[in-house]
């Protein structure tokens, strides 16, 4: 190569960019125009047509394009005639390691183009200058997922390249990565796709489709608000569902993706559930039946695209075709920041803040787990995981870079465990871009990586763009070459500096980024860092400002480093909350020892505050002076208050399991079991809530009340009065979809129980169908819906459509911390014609049921109806327990 081309080999590089660029924005017009200016219709059934043109089930019907070309080509015309924009080119199972397994994966490209040039000479004969149609280039889920290990994601890519090219070279308009059952499959896909682009040089719009089952989840057990964390950062053209199910039964998946996805929305349903007549599956929904359900939804909540999959024939599109004339197209929604594992999701934007990052599966950080990874027990690594989720964090910090260990195989088998098992977000926290990218392409939801500095701009662009590719979410932190940045002005320049790099040049969403401003220990004495905290703070409210649609994120602990640990665990405390009050939205701690602010004294609360606001020598040695007296100036493990009723009623308060224990054995010794719970066990719940909602107490604490409470509910059930009175009425209860929080909703079952109500206990994350079902089963005097996040609250609204339209006419009682009388009155009431009542707590609901109940069935009342709650096949349950959350399943 000469001197002039090597020196010219950048400029090359750019005009290749641009001309990349103009060639994608020319091939995505014709397609995304038409999307955006009516409901674009697809074909339907590939496999219904062949079949009803005579083919045999089973087979490789790949292999049609190669020697029966005509009735592909027949499939395709019926499709067009009757009316469809798109079709589906026949290559569902054309990926090489699909085609392998019937001796054609060597012709996988092959097979594939000249899949696409037929269905580009059926459009060719259709098309008219009034009416384009366009050529869908699909890809189907292949045959192994490796979400369980089946084949690994990287050989599903290269899987998938050689399918692409073929399609890509036969012409087609788009590519449909359809029926996908693991997020880690979709992506694979679609990291294809884009290899292919940039080896060929040409781009065509992305559609990415999962199928889920009746419980809205897909195979390997996402729900649908985790896909849509996982894909919606992703450079995808439109999301959507298709498969599965009919169109009715996917109602409550395809809203939530309508009202909240940025992208364009698809649905292809099924014509209905299959029936097998004479060895043939006999789909139940008529062409009228199919095309009333989805006009429908084309209405409401409105759709970009759409089809039909299995059973669907010509007649059932070319009668959707007739009822879409003059449909106008969804508008997109704005969608809200998340990051997910696999199986759910998290809303960064959580209420009362902070999002909480668990730091113990850090190598450098937690010894405990270092022994782990030392010992190579990745079991135990998963359980020490596993165990923050269950603390209450939102995700988990991850590092395993240690001396003496191969990094990148450790992050590599630990991903691929953590992606089966964990049930929240991992932040990937290395130095190393080959150990981030083993990470992201292993992990199924929406990650975290901690994290890019400007010490090493190659390296840090490296990363950003690792984040690009995999959506994933990005920790900013304020170091350059001069070091760490100590002034809240050197901060915010710093921070600058790092925005440019990674939005404005990498094209990361502002949304999906953290900015850690660092903070420093206050425990050295150094003049330097005496005012580390107060700059922090400072930088952070300045910042808040500046960076809007950003996030700010701390490694809390750091400021106590040094310090005796019940000063630190106190510093830790207060300079949360301090920094929560600043702006601060994540936090990097144990999640297991956390404290609230209001279990501080008032006097260790100044001594922190002052060593904090008003550093110097002085405040230090009161800092120290204080903790120096006080043992626990935090809340103790085991409450010390007087006497045994206010022992039990302060650990249910505190969350500590093995004093609510122990204390509730110590009462029943000298209390009647009713007693127990009417004037001990409610009370000191109710306390948690009026702590949760003032802002007193977090997220964490009460889930660690909840677990004391039912610990101690555990020792009083067999005491309880067995022949207690009829229930006087019966309350349907569940927690609405995407919300794993039922501390409210349990609170209100045990108050409605224990004046004599039958509480039938669904449990957390239903969805409208679980809650529509139940009701005609159990026929509730009213039903209960509960949420804590603002998405629940969203959701509510959604149900009360699905509650009217399924016929439902007992009244709905809605309560949680993200509702408002207002919001209920105006917004949910008129969805739902039977009624849609506030309960601001426990108490209010109990008045609305006591108001909706003319009158009790029976005269009685009894505590012991807090565990009669039903089952919904109608037998008895423990309090929290009617149907068990299925949570993470496996195959179905």
């Given at each position: 190569m000469t001197q002039n081309a090597t020196r010219n080999q950048p400029v090359v590089g750019r005009l290749k960019r641009r001309a990349s660029r103009v060639e994608r924005r020319a091939s995505e017009e014709g397609f995304l125009s038409?999307?955006?200016?009516?409901?674009?219709?697809?074909?339907?059934?590939?496999?219904?047509?062949?079949?009803?043109?005579?083919?045999?089930?089973?087979?490789?019907?790949?292999?049609?394009?190669?020697?029966?070309?005509?009735?592909?080509?027949?499939?395709?015309?019926?499709?067009?005639?009757?009316?469809?924009?798109?079709?589906?080119?026949?290559?569902?199972?054309?990926?090489?390691?699909?085609?392998?397994?019937?001796?054609?994966?060597?012709?996988?490209?092959?097979?594939?183009?000249?899949?696409?040039?037929?269905?580009?000479r059926a459009v060719a004969a259709f098309s008219r200058r009034a009416c384009r149609r366009y050529v869908a280039g699909s890809i189907?889920?292949?045959?192994?997922?490796?979400?369980?290990?089946q084949i690994d994601a990287d050989e599903l890519s290269e899987s998938f390249l050689p399918q692409v090219l073929g399609l890509l070279d036969g012409g087609v308009d788009c590519l449909i990565i359809e029926t996908c059952q693991d997020l880690v499959q979709l992506r694979a896909a679609l990291f294809a796709a884009e290899a292919?682009?940039?080896?060929?040089?040409?781009?065509?719009?992305?559609?990415?489709?999962?199928?889920?089952?009746?419980?809205g989840r897909t195979l390997t057990g996402s729900d649908v608000p985790a896909v849509l964390a996982a894909l919606e950062p992703l450079p995808i053209a439109a999301l959507g569902l298709n498969c599965g199910l009919g169109p009715e039964g996917l109602s409550s998946a395809l809203r939530?993706?309508?009202?909240?996805?940025?992208?364009?929305?698809?649905?292809?349903?099924?014509?209905?559930?299959?029936?097998?007549?004479?060895?043939?599956p006999v789909y139940d929904l008529s062409p009228a039946d199919f095309a009333a359900q989805v006009s429908a939804f084309c209405h409401s909540p409105g759709l970009n695209?759409?089809?039909?999959?299995?059973?669907?024939?010509?007649?059932?599109?070319?009668?959707?075709?007739?009822?879409?004339?003059?449909?106008?197209?969804?508008?997109?929604?704005?969608?809200?920041?998340?990051?997910?594992?696999?199986?759910?999701?998290?809303?960064?934007?959580?209420?009362?803040?902070?999002?909480?990052?668990?730091?113990?599966?850090?190598?450098?950080?937690s010894k405990r787990f270092r022994e782990l990874l030392l010992a190579h027990d990745f079991d135990g690594m998963v359980a020490a995981a596993c165990a923050q989720s269950q603390e209450g964090a939102h995700a988990v910090d991850l590092s395993v870079a240690a001396a003496g260990r191969d990094e990148l195989h450790d992050m590599r088998e630990l991903c691929n465990r953590l992606n089966r098992s964990l049930e929240v977000a991992v932040m990937v926290d290395s130095t190393d871009p080959a150990v981030v990218e083993a990470a992201l392409s292993r992990l199924g939801g929406r990650s975290l990586v901690n994290s890019v500095n400007l010490e090493d701009e190659p390296r840090a662009r490296r990363t950003i763009e690792l984040c690009r590719r995999h959506g994933a979410a990005l920790v900013l932190m304020t170091i350059d070459r001069q070091g760490m940045a100590m002034t809240a002005e050197r901060k915010l320049e710093v921070a600058d500096r790092l925005y440019d790099l990674a939005v404005k040049q990498g094209r990361l969403d502002p949304a999906g980024i953290f900015f850690d401003l660092l903070t420093f220990t206050l425990a050295g004495g150094d003049e330097r860092t005496a005012n580390a905290a107060a700059e922090t703070l400072k930088a952070i409210r300045q910042a808040k400002r500046h960076f809007r649609q950003s996030f700010f994120i701390l490694g809390v602990s750091n400021v106590s480093y040094g310090f005796a640990p019940p000063a630190r665990r106190a510093l830790n405390t207060v300079f949360l909350a301090r920094a929560v009050e600043h702006g601060l939205d994540a936090a990097i701690l144990h999640a297991g020892r956390i404290e609230p602010l209001s279990a501080l004294k008032p006097a260790a609360v100044r001594a922190c505050d002052d060593l904090i606001f008003r550093p110097g020598p002085e405040s230090l040695r009161r800092f120290l002076d204080h903790f120096a007296r006080t043992t626990l100036p935090v809340r103790s493990r085991r409450p010390e208050a007087d006497g045994r009723r206010e022992r039990l009623r302060a650990a249910i308060v505190a969350g500590d399991r093995a004093a609510a224990i122990e204390a509730t054995e110590q009462v029943l010794q000298n209390a009647a079991a009713a007693s127990v719970i009417d004037k001990l066990l409610l009370p000191a719940m109710a306390e948690v809530g009026r702590r949760f909602e003032s802002g007193r107490m977090q997220l964490p604490f009460v889930l660690r009340s909840a677990e004391a409470m039912q610990a101690a509910l555990e020792l009083v059930r067999p005491k309880l009065d067995k022949a207690s009175a009829a229930t006087r009425g019966t309350m349907l209860i569940a927690t609405v979809r995407g919300d794993v929080h039922d501390i409210g909703k349990n609170l209100v079952a045990m108050v409605l129980s224990s004046n004599g109500f039958d509480v039938v206990n669904l449990?957390?994350?239903?969805?409208?169908?679980?809650?529509?079902?139940?009701?005609?089963?159990?026929?509730?005097?009213?039903?209960?819906?509960?949420?804590?996040?603002?998405?629940?609250?969203?959701?509510?609204?959604?149900?009360?459509?699905?509650?009217?339209?399924?016929?439902?006419?007992?009244?709905?009682?809605?309560?949680?911390?993200?509702?408002?009388?207002?919001?209920?009155?105006?917004?949910?009431?008129?969805?739902?014609?039977?009624?849609?009542?506030?309960?601001?707590?426990?108490?209010?609901?109990?008045?609305l049921m006591q108001r909706i109940v003319a009158a009790p069935r029976t005269t009685g009342t009894g505590t012991a109806a807090v565990f009669r709650e039903r089952k919904a096949d109608g037998s008895p349950g423990a309090h929290g327990h009617g149907i068990r959350h299925a949570g993470r399943s496996g195959p179905r």
């Amino acid at each position: 190569m000469t001197q002039n081309a090597t020196r010219n080999q950048p400029v090359v590089g750019r005009l290749k960019r641009r001309a990349s660029r103009v060639e994608r924005r020319a091939s995505e017009e014709g397609f995304l125009s038409a999307a955006r200016e009516r409901i674009v219709l697809f074909d339907g059934g590939m496999g219904t047509a062949l079949s009803n043109l005579g083919v045999e089930p089973g087979g490789c019907h790949e292999l049609f394009n190669r020697t029966r070309p005509d009735l592909v080509y027949q499939a395709h015309a019926g499709f067009l005639a009757a009316g469809a924009h798109v079709i589906e080119t026949n290559s569902f199972g054309g990926a090489r390691h699909t085609l392998a397994e019937h001796g054609l994966g060597a012709d996988c490209r092959v097979l594939n183009r000249r899949a696409a040039e037929i269905a580009r000479r059926a459009v060719a004969a259709f098309s008219r200058r009034a009416c384009r149609r366009y050529v869908a280039g699909s890809i189907g889920p292949g045959s192994k997922l490796p979400s369980l290990g089946q084949i690994d994601a990287d050989e599903l890519s290269e899987s998938f390249l050689p399918q692409v090219l073929g399609l890509l070279d036969g012409g087609v308009d788009c590519l449909i990565i359809e029926t996908c059952q693991d997020l880690v499959q979709l992506r694979a896909a679609l990291f294809a796709a884009e290899a292919a682009f940039e080896h060929l040089g040409r781009h065509v719009p992305v559609i990415a489709q999962v199928t889920i089952d009746e419980h809205g989840r897909t195979l390997t057990g996402s729900d649908v608000p985790a896909v849509l964390a996982a894909l919606e950062p992703l450079p995808i053209a439109a999301l959507g569902l298709n498969c599965g199910l009919g169109p009715e039964g996917l109602s409550s998946a395809l809203r939530y993706l309508a009202g909240h996805s940025s992208h364009l929305v698809s649905f292809m349903p099924n014509a209905g559930l299959p029936q097998l007549v004479d060895g043939r599956p006999v789909y139940d929904l008529s062409p009228a039946d199919f095309a009333a359900q989805v006009s429908a939804f084309c209405h409401s909540p409105g759709l970009n695209i759409c089809g039909g999959c299995c059973g669907t024939t010509p007649e059932h599109i070319g009668l959707l075709a007739r009822t879409l004339k003059g449909t106008r197209p969804r508008k997109p929604a704005r969608s809200r920041p998340m990051v997910s594992s696999l199986f759910s999701a998290q809303e960064v934007a959580v209420k009362p803040a902070p999002f909480i990052v668990g730091e113990r599966t850090n190598a450098s950080g937690s010894k405990r787990f270092r022994e782990l990874l030392l010992a190579h027990d990745f079991d135990g690594m998963v359980a020490a995981a596993c165990a923050q989720s269950q603390e209450g964090a939102h995700a988990v910090d991850l590092s395993v870079a240690a001396a003496g260990r191969d990094e990148l195989h450790d992050m590599r088998e630990l991903c691929n465990r953590l992606n089966r098992s964990l049930e929240v977000a991992v932040m990937v926290d290395s130095t190393d871009p080959a150990v981030v990218e083993a990470a992201l392409s292993r992990l199924g939801g929406r990650s975290l990586v901690n994290s890019v500095n400007l010490e090493d701009e190659p390296r840090a662009r490296r990363t950003i763009e690792l984040c690009r590719r995999h959506g994933a979410a990005l920790v900013l932190m304020t170091i350059d070459r001069q070091g760490m940045a100590m002034t809240a002005e050197r901060k915010l320049e710093v921070a600058d500096r790092l925005y440019d790099l990674a939005v404005k040049q990498g094209r990361l969403d502002p949304a999906g980024i953290f900015f850690d401003l660092l903070t420093f220990t206050l425990a050295g004495g150094d003049e330097r860092t005496a005012n580390a905290a107060a700059e922090t703070l400072k930088a952070i409210r300045q910042a808040k400002r500046h960076f809007r649609q950003s996030f700010f994120i701390l490694g809390v602990s750091n400021v106590s480093y040094g310090f005796a640990p019940p000063a630190r665990r106190a510093l830790n405390t207060v300079f949360l909350a301090r920094a929560v009050e600043h702006g601060l939205d994540a936090a990097i701690l144990h999640a297991g020892r956390i404290e609230p602010l209001s279990a501080l004294k008032p006097a260790a609360v100044r001594a922190c505050d002052d060593l904090i606001f008003r550093p110097g020598p002085e405040s230090l040695r009161r800092f120290l002076d204080h903790f120096a007296r006080t043992t626990l100036p935090v809340r103790s493990r085991r409450p010390e208050a007087d006497g045994r009723r206010e022992r039990l009623r302060a650990a249910i308060v505190a969350g500590d399991r093995a004093a609510a224990i122990e204390a509730t054995e110590q009462v029943l010794q000298n209390a009647a079991a009713a007693s127990v719970i009417d004037k001990l066990l409610l009370p000191a719940m109710a306390e948690v809530g009026r702590r949760f909602e003032s802002g007193r107490m977090q997220l964490p604490f009460v889930l660690r009340s909840a677990e004391a409470m039912q610990a101690a509910l555990e020792l009083v059930r067999p005491k309880l009065d067995k022949a207690s009175a009829a229930t006087r009425g019966t309350m349907l209860i569940a927690t609405v979809r995407g919300d794993v929080h039922d501390i409210g909703k349990n609170l209100v079952a045990m108050v409605l129980s224990s004046n004599g109500f039958d509480v039938v206990n669904l449990g957390v994350r239903r969805t409208a169908e679980d809650i529509i079902a139940a009701a005609r089963e159990c026929r509730p005097d009213a039903i209960g819906l509960s949420g804590l996040l603002v998405e629940s609250a969203r959701a509510m609204k959604e149900y009360c459509r699905a509650f009217a339209a399924a016929g439902l006419a007992a009244p709905v009682i809605c309560g949680g911390a993200a509702l408002r009388r207002d919001y209920v009155e105006k917004e949910l009431a008129p969805e739902y014609p039977a009624g849609v009542h506030y309960a601001k707590d426990a108490m209010a609901g109990l008045t609305l049921m006591q108001r909706i109940v003319a009158a009790p069935r029976t005269t009685g009342t009894g505590t012991a109806a807090v565990f009669r709650e039903r089952k919904a096949d109608g037998s008895p349950g423990a309090h929290g327990h009617g149907i068990r959350h299925a949570g993470r399943s496996g195959p179905r």
